[in-house]
């Protein structure tokens, strides 16, 4: 090889080094539960695909007074890829389970959290809030120990709902986990990683729900110390809700350095969310980010959701492809 070519062919390799997004270059992974069925490998191969190239659109609906979906659409003329549900109600649960089978059946990717009341004193919001001793639910026979697993048993049948109509989640229990605002980040890393690890277990392996994919979530402030293992999460993530429309490239880094480029990294609640151009220009393209519901959407400038909505590195639930048909054989690695 002549001097010259081998110029042009190392200054080639140094550009395509330079000018490929880190977070997609180790992207292929299997999830975490080795028996995933194949929806969600398809899921979890397709979000693999497009970190670090694509960002996809979120949004948080409420069971109330805000459409949140058709607010979208009408503002923008477009739709979130990924429609995020809350089992926080149990009036309210089998709707949302219902809504995200009719969202993944339409074109779209469904995700779900679950606000839960702390064993013992109740369900929805201000209940998530409330302290309680948490090693009790590990010890028979104590109140917080039967609804405890009362609950599981129960959110884990809605899921399995899931499971049959072939509906793959991104499934985000225990948000915030390292804030001190909800009963399950009240009492350190030790007892929190206890409760996700023995949610995970009894969720894949006795109830074998092989529809999630385990997504992670930190405050505005990752902490090392909360994290429960590789063998446990699929996609990990923070949030804030300033008003920045930056990329947060603090918050994005802060996450990578718990999990080193092993998993996509969401901005899993949000609301504003960081402007593309940033993210591309100071490489922290996200998987997806998600807006929380009702006045938090509606407060945010028109302006800016239309381009958003119509931004060509972001992902809409119109360019959402047919997943299982193009990634079923695609099992990551």
């Not at 729900?209 to 993530?237: E, F, M, Q, R, S």
């Not at 480029?261 to 609301?271: D, L, T, V």
Request: glycine share 6%; aromatic share 14%.
């Amino acid at each position: 090889m002549s001097i010259r070519n081998l110029i042009y062919t190392l200054t080639s390799l140094l550009l395509i080094i330079l000018f490929t997004p880190f977070q997609g270059m180790s992207r292929q992974k299997l999830l975490s539960n080795k028996e995933a069925s194949k929806e969600a490998n398809a899921l979890y191969a397709y979000i693999n695909d497009m970190y670090g190239k694509k960002i996809l659109s979120g949004q948080m609906s409420s069971s109330w007074g805000v459409d949140e979906i058709n607010y979208i659409k009408t503002v923008t003329g477009k739709m979130p890829a990924i429609n995020g549900y809350d089992f926080i109600t149990a009036k309210d649960n089998q709707n949302e389970v219902n809504q995200a089978i009719q969202w993944w059946k339409t074109g779209g990717i469904p995700t779900i959290m679950w606000h839960m009341g702390a064993p013992g004193k109740g369900e929805g919001y201000e209940s998530s809030k409330k302290a309680i001793d948490i090693e009790n639910c590990f010890i028979k026979g104590t109140p917080e120990y039967d609804v405890f697993w009362a609950e599981l048993k129960e959110k884990g049948e809605l899921l399995l709902q899931l499971k049959n109509a072939n509906v793959p989640v991104l499934w985000r229990p225990f948000h915030e986990l390292n804030g001190n605002w909800f009963w399950w980040g009240k009492q350190g890393p030790e007892k929190f990683k206890k409760l996700w690890v023995t949610m995970y277990d009894y969720y894949t392996k006795t109830l074998k729900l092989d529809n999630l994919i385990w997504v992670l979530c930190y405050t505005g402030n990752p902490d090392a110390a909360w994290y429960p293992g590789d063998k446990y999460v699929d996609i990990v993530g923070a949030d804030t809700y300033d008003k920045d429309m930056g990329s947060h490239k603090t918050m994005f880094d802060d996450v990578d350095k718990i999990v080193n480029n092993r998993f996509p990294i969401a901005f899993h609640e949000c609301g504003t969310p960081p402007d593309p151009d940033k993210c591309l220009d100071t490489n922290a393209m996200w998987s997806w980010w998600m807006v929380w519901h009702t006045s938090h959407l509606t407060k945010l400038d028109k302006d800016y959701l239309i381009k958003l909505y119509n931004h060509n590195l972001i992902i809409t639930k119109d360019e959402v492809p047919d997943i299982l048909a193009l990634y079923e054989s695609r099992k990551t690695k």
